[in-house]
């Protein structure tokens, strides 16, 4: 969609502008694949998460883990990658997250549709390290 409205304006604009239009036109389409999705990985001693095709990775120790708790960003924050007041944020839709706090003090938030259940994916595998 985003490609097809600019595109239609680039149609419209005199040619000496037209590359600019293909140009934004791509750079839209690039970022969103890149950001088009959020996928949280728990396991293996870790929690990591990445963006689309695997943009921004991120991993964990989750014994570096101390907490993590259902929380609600606010819709000004923003979608992507932001530093927000409580640290980084992590989203790429909605409002619903999980505040990861690290031993060292420092915070961040990953949006998740499930909160909870990510929440409680993350304790059990800190539970599980906990016994070996």
């Known amino acids: 969609m985003v490609l097809v409205a600019a595109v239609g304006i680039g149609v419209s604009l005199p040619n000496e502008m037209r590359p600019v239009s293909l140009g934004v036109a791509a750079l839209l389409v690039i970022i969103a694949v890149l ?9 293996d001693g870790k929690l990591g998460f990445h963006f689309g095709p695997g943009f921004w990775r991120k991993r964990i120790a989750l014994s570096d883990v ?41 915070r961040f938030r990953i949006d998740t549709d499930e909160p909870e259940a990510l929440v409680q994916a993350i304790q059990t595998a800190m539970s599980a390290l906990r016994r070996t």
């Open 35 to 43: 950001f088009s999705s959020l996928t949280v990985e728990v396991g």
């Open 66 to 106: 101390a907490a993590a708790t259902p929380t609600q960003s606010s819709w000004w924050e923003g979608w992507g990658i932001r530093f927000t007041l409580r640290g980084m944020l992590y989203n790429v839709s909605g409002t619903d997250a999980v505040e990861i706090e690290l031993r060292s003090g420092r």
